[in-house]
């Protein structure tokens, strides 16, 4: 069933927490997946971490980029993305693009920096989404992640060294927030900040040819339709939506 917005089914979200952390497959997806809502909270003095799993070394149709190349360009396009947010912390894992699994060293990398940013909300893709394609690696970057917000990081003797050895300490994320949900229960007003987020979906170079916002490309319209469609009869003009969990106390 089609998400209907003029229900006001979805909660209106409009706490902003004071740490955040957006955990992705790809550089990009942080900006596709949750940059107005991020924007937003940015603005609002949130402090905001990414950490992008993979290289990105596969993402192009340009067969005159090496790999090497290519990742080596969206790593710089990523940065540039992120600091345009006004992003504090970048964590780049590495991992080869189309090649993320579900690993125990894939766990303990997410569970450390959660517990080196300490975010009380994390934004990732929603694993379990089965209505539409999905690329392997956000269902992997989504799965992983939701096991290291709850119980790895939260509990002390998993990943026992990051305490005695590294001198991180356990943290406990209050939410995890899942972008691309079949079926989201939690909406932003992003009226504010969606035009950043496209700005800053304009700093992915490589992945948006002859992506120019001041035109209005079709990236930018499309996220923009999107964005006025889930709004719709909520009272602001663009909305971002999202699954939310809530951690117990
Ligand atoms: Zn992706």
New binding site residues.
């Given amino acids: 069933m089609p998400i209907d917005a003029n229900d006001r089914k979805l909660e209106i979200v409009t706490d902003i927490p004071d740490t955040a952390m957006v955990v992705?497959?790809?550089a990009?997806?942080a900006e596709i997946g949750s940059g107005g809502v991020v924007a937003k909270w940015v603005a609002a003095g949130c402090e905001v971490a990414y950490v992008l799993c993979t290289d990105g070394s596969a993402?192009t149709a340009d067969r005159s980029l090496t790999p090497a190349e290519l990742s080596e360009k969206r790593t710089v396009e990523q940065r540039a993305a992120a600091d345009f947010m006004g992003v504090k912390h970048v964590v780049m894992l590495g991992y080869p693009d189309g090649g993320l699994e579900d690993t125990r060293e894939l766990l303990g990398d997410i569970v450390r920096a959660i517990r080196r940013y300490r975010p009380r909300t994390v934004l990732t893709h929603d694993p379990y989404r089965i209505k539409h394609f999905q690329?392997r690696?956000?269902r992997k970057a989504g799965i992983v992640t939701t096991d290291a917000v709850y119980p790895f990081a939260r509990d002390h003797l998993h990943f026992a060294e990051h305490i005695a050895v590294e001198g991180l300490e356990p943290h406990k994320v209050r939410e995890l927030w899942y972008w691309g949900a079949d079926e989201p229960d939690v909406i932003v007003d992003v009226t504010d900040s969606i035009d950043r987020q496209i700005a800053a979906l304009a700093r992915h170079e490589s992945q948006v040819p002859g992506f120019n916002v001041q035109a209005g490309d079709t990236i930018g319209e499309r996220l923009r339709r999107n964005a006025a469609r889930l709004a719709n009869g909520y009272g602001f003009e663009y909305g971002a939506v999202f699954r939310r969990l809530i951690a117990r106390r």
């Fill in positions: 992705c497959a790809h990009d997806d993402g690329h690696d956000h």
